[in-house]
T-cell receptor, first 116, second 117 residues
Framework: AQTVTQSQPEMSVQEAETVTLSCTYDTSESDYYLFWYKQPPSRQMILVIRQEAYKQQNATENRFSVNFQKAAKSFSLKISDSQLGDAAMYFCAYSPPAGTASKLTFGTGTRLQVTL | ETGVTQTPRHLVMGMTNKKSLKCEQHLGHNAMYWYKQSAKKPLELMFVYNFKEQTENNSVPSRFSPECPNSSHLFLHLHTLQPEDSALYLC?????WGVGGRTETQYFGPGTRLLVL
């Protein structure tokens, strides 16, 4: 079974600084999908970024980027120029290969605090 | 706002009550999901519906009963729950259930915070 591990229960970053959230996963598949979701205190889970494993290029979305290391099964999220609105729980998730069921396996989350 | 709404946002119920959670998506998606989110645990997938048909039941106790009358609405009927069922229940939707050689992104609702006394 696939597992997703987020080893940092909590992280803190100063406004305007950069922070990296870690995620590792375990799978025997060669093709799969990885996601980072953000859950602010309002509780609505929001997709931050998505990466297809067959793509070597790291995904980016504005201030959010990933460092996808397929051999190491690592998928970290980098947030640049952190803002107060970035404070939230961040969940890393894995999805099986295309063509199979879209079952997401989530990590336990990392709570990010943004300080002034 | 992700286009997925859930009601109620908060619910307190006794162990002998019967209540229902409602989810509605306005995205034109065909697949809908129920997840349970407990403190310090990963989100747990409970049920999946694709084109109104249940395609996944992740060994959920029968005191949870899902219903999907159409692709836009999903219900979770609750009866004789236990205190350990207290959690945040999240609904999500995606374009479809992993068909067509593509894994679809799931979009989540705000959740219903359930407390069972």
């Amino acid at each position: 079974a696939q597992t997703v591990t987020q080893s940092q229960p909590e992280m803190s970053v100063q406004e305007a600084e950069t922070v990296t959230l870690s995620c590792t996963y375990d799978t025997s598949e060669s093709d799969y999908y990885l996601f980072w979701y953000k859950q602010p205190p309002s509780r609505q889970m929001i997709l931050v970024i998505r990466q297809e494993a067959y793509k070597q290029q790291n995904a980016t979305e504005n201030r959010f980027s990933v460092n996808f290391q397929k051999a190491a099964k690592s998928f970290s999220l980098k947030i640049s120029d952190s803002q107060l609105g970035d404070a939230a729980m961040y969940f890393c998730a894995y999805s099986p290969p295309a063509g199979t069921a879209s079952k997401l396996t989530f990590g336990t989350g990392t709570r990010l605090q943004v300080t002034l | 706002e992700t286009g997925v709404t859930q009601t109620p946002r908060h619910l307190v119920m006794g162990m002998t009550n019967k209540k229902s959670l409602k989810c509605e998506q306005h995205l034109g998606h065909n697949a809908m999901y129920w997840y349970k989110q407990s403190a310090k645990k990963p989100l747990e997938l409970m049920f999946v519906y694709n084109f109104k048909e249940q395609t996944e039941n992740n060994s959920v106790p029968s005191r949870f009963s899902p219903e999907c009358p159409n692709s836009s609405h999903l219900f979770l009927h609750l009866h004789t729950l236990q205190p350990e069922d207290s959690a945040l229940y999240l609904c999500a939707s995606s374009q479809d259930w992993g068909v067509g050689g593509r894994t679809e992104t799931q979009y989540f609702g705000p959740g219903t915070r359930l407390l069972v006394l």
